[in-house]
RNA sequence: GGUUCCGUAGCUCAGUUGGAUAGAGCAACAGCCUUCUAAGCUGUGGGUCGAGCGUUCGAACCGCUCCGGAAUCACCA
């Protein structure tokens, strides 16, 4: 039973007995809140018209009129004119017995809809950092929110695996790299790459130097550093498939594949499906054609195209250079245009920083002068702010970029002191210690960032982060391996809590179950508004309102048979709403810890 | 200058789309381990929701104007 559809449908028989038939945006239920006695709460200043009444005698006349012919109402308060209604402890016991026979609570029916979700996007010349952290969670736990809500969900990762930024890597190893390897190196792939990625840097500045000695402006001397000049005639001997170049190009990407599918791993994110650039980057052009011929755009003297975008309060925008090659943009387009032609894509989300809010927005809109509005509109970015540090921004000249392995090390390894320092660890095996470190130092790392607004710029503090006290991953997992201790022992016990029983329901209780109900309302909201951060808030909550509860009663040495099995019953669903949570969120919840 | 976003407790963040006395955690202070996990629980103090005007029964939330900050406005991706 739905409780919300319940209450509004009682509350509107009550008032509409009284004062006639009503709209529905004048019909306001909300949940009570905590600081006051109720369950529902009805807020009448939109009837007061109706019922030509102070909000007071409105309410209290409602409330009456409910208590007299609603079994379920026991009581009612009226503050101001807000009517808050109370449950009978019956009812609540009853919808617990419900949902604690229901083991796929929660889940949603499937709409037939399909949606593809893009995400991670790295570029194949280094290794990925902090900021891919934060956009591989999200795109993550998006995907997992959708499919929870019914949708059929396509994961899509977009490698940028060409230009001339790879070439840069691939000069400076065949220059500098005397033949290294992951495997002569032990580096990790997509490390080794990076690193030559900061040598070609190094020499590119050094050459730089020396010619604007030797009298050249700084902007010629950018120009004409032989290192550049070389990696400029290497793209275009990938272009034109140049063997050597190609095979080379394809070995070192094959090295940072390797090293990035570690990272994906770790962080438990992966995909349906893999698009790289290099195969998709000449799409598009087909639509320039189409947009001349409509008239959408125009050519200028020197051959290239652009739209007007001033009309809109946006800019001039290129959509194919002078010498025909495409720009990120005819590609952007490109790629939209078959997806949703080859999927049948119902909606298309992209995972991207907010540093492309302008492109996104151009993206839609020359669709939609295109006359692909169907599609335009389907399409969301879901942006995301950066990810600061104490110390500041992230400069990768400056050298503070985060690395995401190390960071995950990190947080694994904290984990690992910190939980021996507590005994946690006492009695375990190797592997058992191993796993539960990193379910808990990744748990932190996923929890922090996840709990926040994503269009947000975040602040990432290490040191908070392996923090285990308070609105943490680490806190949530904790009450979990809890829970299940005391299922444990109650199983151990022989103790049956198998049914649900029918015993009345102590306060904590009725919060915890009124808590568990909200389940799917906070799925289906979260899925509309990507928000992972509502998942995470709502999980925390009910984490935190069993360990107040468990805190203050016994579950095991309950006397009596009926109310042990009940609560152990609780017990057991509030550890599975938990799990179902965090799985939302991409996160483990151990057993014990 | 144009566009988009942000501004809530000392710090990090919520605030479920316009409802009641604005909430958590951290930090500070005071309690609680003979009890199923103290990575926990309970309590105290801490606010001009950047500022002002407007809309209405009611605004942190909607509109306008300022102030402060971020991103972006490349024949880069």
């Known amino acids: 039973m739905n409780i919300e559809n319940f209450i509004s449908d009682a509350v509107r028989r009550s008032v509409e007995a009284l004062y006639g038939p009503l709209a ?22 939109p009837l007061l018209r109706r019922s030509r009444k102070s909000p007071e005698a409105t309410a209290t006349e409602i409330g009456e009129h409910m208590r007299a012919n609603v079994p379920e109402i026991v009581s009612f308060n009226v503050v101001k004119g807000f009517l808050n209604l109370s449950l009978d402890g019956a009812f609540w016991a009853a919808r617990f017995a419900e949902l604690a026979s229901d083991e796929r609570f929660g889940e949603a029916p499937s709409t037939g809809r399909t949606v593809m979700i893009e995400y991670s996007s790295p570029n194949t010349n280094k290794p990925l950092h902090l900021g891919h952290i934060r956009n591989n969670l999200l795109g993550y736990s998006v995907a997992q929110i959708l499919k929870a809500n019914g949708h059929n969900v396509i994961k899509a990762n977009l490698v940028n695996d060409r230009g001339i930024h790879i070439c840069k890597s691939m000069l400076a190893w065949k220059l500098y790299g005397n033949g290294e390897t992951p495997a002569s190196s032990g ?126 309060g946006l800019d001039e925008k290129l959509l194919l250079r002078g010498d025909g090659t495409s720009v990120y943009m005819t590609q952007d387009l490109g790629t939209a245009f078959r997806r949703f032609e080859d999927n049948k894509l119902d909606d298309m989300i992209y995972v991207v920083g907010n540093e492309q809010n302008y492109h996104f927005q151009v993206l839609k809109l020359v669709l939609k002068k295109l006359g692909y509005a169907e599609w335009s509109d389907h399409i969301t970015h879901l ?7 104490p110390e500041g921004k992230m400069k990768s000249r400056e050298g503070t970029v985060v690395d995401a392995d190390d960071l995950i090390a990190d947080m694994v390894r904290t984990a690992r002191e910190m939980s021996a320092e507590l005994g946690k660890l006492d009695g375990c095996s190797e592997e058992e210690a191993e796993a539960v470190s990193a379910m808990v130092g990744l748990g932190a790392l996923k929890y922090f960032i996840l709990k926040v607004d994503p269009k947000k710029t975040m602040l990432f503090d290490p040191r908070e982060s392996i923090d285990f006290n308070g609105n943490t991953g680490p806190f949530i997992q904790y009450t979990h391996a809890r829970i299940r201790s005391i299922l444990r022992k109650a199983g151990e016990a022989g103790i049956d809590f198998g049914g649900a029983a029918s015993a009345a329901l102590l306060p904590e209780e009725v919060a915890l ?20 951060s ?36 609780l017990a057991a669903q509030v550890a599975r709403i938990i799990r179902k949570g965090m799985a939302l969120l991409g996160i483990d919840v151990p057993e014990r810890m």
Do not use: C
């Not at 942006?383 to 540090?389: D, F, H």
């Not at 909200?518 to 799925?523: A, R, T």
């Not at 509860?549 to 152990?568: N, T």
């Open 513 to 532: 179950v009124k808590s568990l109900t909200e389940y799917p309302s906070v799925v289906a909201s979260a899925g509309e508004n990507f928000a992972p």
């Open 187 to 312: 580096m990790k792939g997509d490390h080794l790459v990076g690193k030559y990625y900061v040598e070609f840097d190094k020499h590119y500045k050094a050459q730089i130097k020396e010619l604007v000695a030797a009298g050249q402006s700084e902007e010629e001397a950018k120009k004409n550093a032989p290192v550049m000049r070389e990696a400029q005639e290497m793209l275009r001997k990938w272009e034109a498939k140049d063997p050597e170049v190609y095979g080379l190009w394809e070995t070192m990407n094959g090295w940072v594949y390797e090293g990035f599918d570690v990272t994906y791993k770790a962080l438990g994110v992966d995909f349906d499906k893999v698009y790289y650039e290099s195969q998709t980057y000449l799409l598009g052009k087909s639509l320039v054609e189409e947009g001349l011929a409509k008239g959408v755009f125009y050519r200028r003297d020197d051959n290239s195209v652009w739209i007007d975008l001033t009309g809109d």
């Open 383 to 389: 942006s995301y702010g950066m990810v600061e540090l």
């Open 24 to 45: 529905d945006e004048q019909l306001q239920i909300q949940k009570t809140r905590r600081e006051f006695e109720g369950d529902y709460t009805l807020v009448t200043f």
């Open 534 to 569: 509502i998942i995470g808030a709502y999980v925390y909550e009910l984490a935190k309102t069993f360990n107040g509860y468990y805190h203050d009663h016994s579950i095991l040495k309950e006397e009596d048979a009926e109310v042990r099995r009940m609560r152990l019953q």
